[in-house]
């Protein structure tokens, strides 16, 4: 139900100021929005600045840390793995993908560490666990004569032994430039199989009783 606005009045001399509910229709002949004297022509809305940013200029906003550029949301874990057996292995690494590594992590890094993993040396670097909010360390290193990069001193420990790892566990991970650190996430666990001559129900499994002769 619609309220009319409260009508201005004079009471012994004394202004009464009115506050309207409600916004009033501009062509509403009943209601006042606005002074009507000395009317000055409608000025335009100038939404130039409504544009595409150039990419100087976001590379201008990155190396400063910030953004003035609004985005709907994304899905946040840029770096995505599948566990494997070498994953899970007693070599104690993780092997990330270089063009992911370089366009995720290193860009966001200054020219100092990232001259460090390219001369070969390991950066130590923060991981926050936002499945069980904790902080860990590992270092990030380059793997000599091939395009990827490794997570060491830690990995194994702290996220495939702590984190109960399989084969088929997905991880993600995304670099937050601004508390430099890691992020990293649980996204999904691998199917529970089955053992032989045994049933799956749900997640839990039985095998089956012979009966006695």
Not at 113 to 142: A, C, I, P, W
Request: proline content about 6%; charged content about 25%.
């Amino acid at each position: 139900m619609d309220m009319a606005p409260i009508s201005a009045a004079n009471t012994h001399g004394k202004n009464l100021v009115t506050l309207d509910l409600f916004p009033c229709e501009p062509h509403d002949p009943m209601v006042v929005c606005g002074p009507t004297g000395n009317k000055q022509p409608e000025e335009k809305t100038n939404l130039v600045w409504m544009r595409f940013m150039t990419d100087e200029e976001i590379k201008e906003e990155e190396r400063h840390n910030v953004s003035t550029n609004l985005t709907l949301y994304t899905d946040p874990w840029t770096i995505k793995k599948e566990m494997t057996k070498t994953s899970l292995g007693y070599l104690n690494r993780l092997f990330l993908n270089g063009s992911t590594v370089r366009s995720d992590i290193l860009r966001y890094l200054s020219i100092s560490d990232q001259r460090v993993l390219e001369d070969g040396f390991g950066l130590s670097l923060e991981v926050y666990d936002d499945d069980t909010s904790t902080m860990h360390n590992v270092v990030l290193m380059k793997w000599p004569d091939y395009p990827s990069y490794i997570l060491l001193n830690g990995s194994h420990k702290d996220f495939v032994v702590r984190r109960a790892l399989k084969a088929g566990d997905v991880v993600g991970m995304y670099w937050d430039p601004y508390g430099f650190k890691l992020h990293f996430c649980v996204l999904s666990r691998a199917p529970i199989r089955a053992s032989s001559g045994s049933v799956a129900i749900g997640s839990t499994s039985f095998a089956p009783r012979l009966a006695s002769p």
